[in-house]
Each structure stands twice: as structure tokens, then as C-alpha cells.
């Protein structure tokens, strides 16, 4: 222990004796740890926030529409293939809510974009048209007012509407409560149940404060949602929960039987819908971050290899410039162990010197991208110990040589040099 710890006394010394030469050894591994460290951080957290958003959007819900969220064949995606399907429709709702015997509630929404208009003002919003249990699908709250009725989710000629809180503030005075209040929307005169609270996008990707949501069957009076309008990706979607004693494989299987034979489609006709499930966007996005991981290992790689050649160079002339002490050393009676010991030790501390400052420089980073970005970024202690560990076998190979060299030089000839 005492021999340890004056070896790396000894090593402590030279660093701050060579300020400028530990600078620059410091700098490879720096920008290499920091290159490595922070591409790992920034997408582990991204990748964590799109697997927690996707978990909370449920593992027992499947979504049916014309388009599958990735293509149903490997390849490329067939765009007109699928854009020539049949839109999903309250009818279908209606089938599927008396024959699907394993869902526990189904619910069919359609997405739009228009103005509203109030007294002068006008707000681009967007029309979330839904049918009743879709509260239930997403996560919204109510500020104040209400939310739908079943009469008036059941009832077309109702034109109440819930707004988010982004359109109560472009269309309304601060001082002035929308509950009960009138506003434009399709050219025709809407009255506001309820105010829902500042919520963010949420994990369907729907923009709740700048939105109205709208009963379907209202919306379906004043447009053509239920026929087939091929508006791509904002067609009808029917969301759908299994029950709680029901696998979603056996949702999945059942929903497809169920949802062919009210399309009355044929034994060899092939399915003109899509079931779009979340296990299959986790397995594409985890795919998608591996190759994206693998780029910045790359990358860090080349920047490490730099640093651990600087690193190799440096110790070879702090090795040049103290040959006359390592021959002293040996003369006096010091072991090749311990000179291989300073050298290494030297190189290693180095190495994690320059680890820890670009790993402290990624734990600044992750706190300004935190305020910058819409999910939090976090240093893992699973990157932190990665970072280390990184530092100290780039440490090793780079000092390992040159205190070879240290080690087994002759004292005599070591002392005339």
C-alpha cells in the first residue's frame, strides 16, 4: 500500500510540474469520452422517453386504420396499396362494440385542421372528432366546465364542443370564461361545454392545447368523415383495449375475424385495414438507436485512438526526459516493477482525469438540453461507469509501452544519458 501510494505521489507531482504536457495529453481523451458519452446519453434518454411514452399509451390497446405504422411486408412502403383501403366508420364501431367479445371499450377518432373563429379572432386549430370512451385512451383533464354527456356523444345534432387551453387564450380575454360561450368552427356556431388544462402534446402525438375535440357524430353531419375520403393519416382510427383477462394476441387474432366478417370480405381476399400494435414501433425504434449508438461509438472511437496515440507520445518523452532518474532509481535499488508502476499509474490518471472532465462536461450538457427539449436528459450510471471504464483501459494501452520501455532500461546506461 505504502509503495502504491508513493508512486502515485510521485505521478501527481510530475503532472503539476508539466502543466502544459498533461493540457494536451488531457485533451484526446477529453473530446473522446465527451464524443462517446454524450451521443450514449442524449439518445438513451430519448430512446427511454419514447419507450415510457409508448407504455402509456397501454400494451393491451391495438389501433386499426388504412395505414400501418410500419410496412406490413419488408420493403418499401406501398403507399397506393394502402391508400386505396376503406376508411374505418361508426358503423364498424357500432359492429365491433356487439360482436368483439374480448375488447373492453373501443372508441373512434378522426383528426382534422381548421380555424375557429370568435367575435374577430380566429385560432388554427386542430379538430380531434371522438366517439365516447375516448377520455379513457388518452390523459387529459378538464380546467374548468365539463366534458361531453353520453346524449350529446350519441346525439348529431349536438354542437358542443370541449377547447384546449391554447384556443381558450386566442379567442377569449383573460377575464373572460369560455364555458357557454360560442365559437365558429366549420362555419357554424359551436357552444363550449368545458376547458381542458395546458397538457403538452401528448403521447398519440395530439396537440390537445391548440385543439377542439368535437362528438364524431356531430362532425359527421357537417362532413364526410365516415365515407371513404382517403385523408391519409388523419382517416377514422379505432382504438381499442382488451379486457383485463385478455391477451392482446388473442384481441388481435379476434379483431381481425371479427372486423373481416363486417367488411364481409372473402376467404382469399386479403385484409384492407391495418392493426397497428406497440410492440412492433418498440422493436423499429430500439433497432433505429442501436444503428444510431453504433455511429457515435464510431465516432468516439477515432477521437479516443487520437488522444491514446498523444497519450503514447507524451509518456514517451516524459520517459526520454527522465531517463537519468530512472537509471538514479534503479542504481538506488528500485524494482522494474515499480517504474513500470509510475509510468502506468501516470498514463492511467491521465486518462481518467480526462474521463471524468468530459463526462462532467456531458452531465453540463444533459442539464442545458433538459431545458431546451420537450423530455428530460439524464447521465446513466450505467454511461457514467462506461465512461470510466473507457478512461482507464485507454490509460493502459497507452502507458503500457512506454513504461515497458521505463522498466527494463539499463541503470548504468540510463545514469550517462
Not at 412502403?77 to 371499450?105: D, G, I, M, T
Not at 508502476?341 to 472532465?357: H, K, R, T, W, Y
Not at 423530455?375 to 497507452?398: K, R
Request: aromatic content about 12%; glycine content about 8%; proline content about 4%.
Amino acid at each position: 500500500m505504502y509503495f502504491f501510494a508513493e508512486s502515485l505521489a510521485m505521478v501527481l507531482n510530475e503532472l503539476r510540474t508539466n502543466k502544459l504536457r498533461t493540457f494536451l495529453s488531457l485533451l484526446g481523451v477529453t473530446i473522446g469520452i465527451f464524443c462517446i458519452i454524450s451521443v450514449l446519453t442524449v439518445f438513451d434518454s430519448l430512446q427511454q422517453n419514447i419507450q415510457q411514452n409508448m407504455l402509456t399509451l397501454g400494451s393491451k390497446n391495438l389501433y386499426v386504420g388504412k395505414y400501418p405504422w410500419i410496412p406490413e411486408d419488408k420493403g418499401e412502403y406501398p403507399w397506393c396499396k394502402y391508400k386505396s383501403r376503406p376508411v374505418c366508420n361508426y358503423y364498424e364501431v357500432v359492429q365491433l362494440k356487439k360482436y368483439l367479445n374480448s375488447a373492453y371499450q373501443i372508441c373512434l377518432c378522426y383528426t382534422d385542421q381548421t380555424k375557429a373563429a370568435n367575435e374577430g379572432k380566429e385560432s388554427y386549430a386542430g379538430i380531434f372528432a371522438v366517439t365516447a370512451d375516448f377520455e379513457k385512451f388518452q390523459s387529459f383533464d378538464i380546467a374548468y366546465g365539463r366534458y361531453f354527456s353520453n346524449n350529446e356523444m350519441y346525439n348529431p345534432n349536438t354542437n358542443t364542443v370541449v377547447i384546449g387551453h391554447t384556443i381558450a387564450a386566442d379567442l377569449f380575454p383573460p377575464t373572460v370564461s369560455p364555458v357557454g360561450r360560442s365559437i365558429n368552427v366549420y362555419g357554424r356556431n359551436c357552444v363550449i361545454a368545458g376547458v381542458l388544462k395546458k397538457h403538452g402534446r401528448s403521447n398519440m402525438g395530439f396537440d390537445f392545447d391548440g385543439g377542439i375535440i368535437i362528438p364524431y357524430l356531430y362532425l359527421a353531419n357537417v362532413k364526410d368523415i365516415d365515407g371513404n375520403i382517403g385523408n391519409g393519416f388523419t382517416d377514422p382510427m379505432i382504438m381499442i383495449e382488451a379486457r383485463k383477462n385478455v391477451d392482446v394476441e388473442d384481441l388481435y387474432f379476434d379483431l381481425i375475424s371479427t372486423l373481416r366478417a363486417i367488411r364481409k370480405l372473402k376467404p382469399r381476399e386479403p385484409d384492407n385495414f391495418s392493426i397497428n400494435k406497440l410492440d412492433a414501433i418498440q422493436s423499429k425504434v430500439n433497432e433505429l438507436f442501436s444503428k444510431i449508438k453504433i455511429s457515435g461509438w464510431i465516432i468516439g472511437f477515432f477521437s479516443l485512438i487520437v488522444g491514446c496515440f498523444g497519450i503514447a507520445n507524451i509518456m514517451y518523452v516524459s520517459v526520454k526526459e527522465r531517463t537519468g532518474q530512472i537509471g538514479l532509481k534503479k542504481a538506488l535499488g528500485a524494482k522494474s516493477a515499480q517504474i513500470l508502476l509510475d509510468f502506468l499509474l501516470e498514463s492511467i490518471i491521465l486518462c481518467l482525469i480526462g474521463g471524468f472532465i468530459g463526462i462532467t462536461l456531458v452531465f453540463l450538457l444533459s442539464f442545458i438540453l433538459s431545458a431546451i427539449l420537450d423530455f428530460p436528459v439524464f447521465l446513466s450510471l450505467g454511461n457514467f461507469v462506461l465512461g470510466v471504464s473507457i478512461s482507464l483501459v485507454v490509460g493502459v494501452i497507452a502507458g503500457f509501452l512506454p513504461a515497458k520501455k521505463a522498466a527494463f532500461l539499463n541503470p548504468v546506461v540510463a545514469i550517462r544519458s
